[in-house]
């Protein structure tokens, strides 16, 4: 059946789900070694564990007859639509990064992907900041995408430097008190 001809509503339906976060145009896809890792990790770990286990239950399930009342054959169509989705996301991803190893900056002052930045805003607030790529940062772990406003005010910075970031609450200045990498050979 055609895509066209799908309701809107439609289960069935193979969408892609939410659309790759947004890059700047003529921009490469940043990403460190260990978070490519994870993405390739997860990548195989669909290919080689999760899918072939869902396709042999769909199978299975299938084989028992009726699939209209089948819950077996209903959630396992479902899951692997799912993994195909992932698969298809990190297909896209993992051919469009570029990891860069931020170690090699290790001992620099200047703002470069991969560098955990202290700086202080208007407020006398002191935050820390890492700068990691769209796929792996984590807000939680005071992680931010390279592509994110105060990534962006603070790359090419160094320390001491007073740089504007525009906030939805209005312009502000932050100061840059240190700038750090990971050790060469060493593990984030």
Known sequence: MSKAFTKESDPDADDDGPALPALPIGTKNYITPQGYAALRAEWFDLMDVQRPKVVEIVHWAASNGDRSEN?????????????DRR???????????????????????QVFFG????????????RTVT?????????????VSWVSPIARTLL???????????????LQEVEVLSVTYPAPGAVT
């Open 87 to 109: 698969i298809r996301f990190l297909t896209q991803r993992l051919d469009i990064a570029v990891p860069s190893d931020p170690s090699i900056h290790h001992g620099g002052d």
């Open 131 to 143: 700068i990691m790529g769209i796929d792996e940062a984590d807000n939680a772990q005071n992680q």
């Open 71 to 83: 819950g077996d054959y209903i959630y396992g169509k479902k899951r692997l639509r799912e993994i």
């Open 156 to 170: 090419k910075a160094r320390v001491g430097d007073v740089l504007r970031l525009m906030t939805p609450g209005g």
């Open 115 to 126: 560098a955990t930045v202290v700086y202080v805003d208007d407020a006398n607030v002191s």
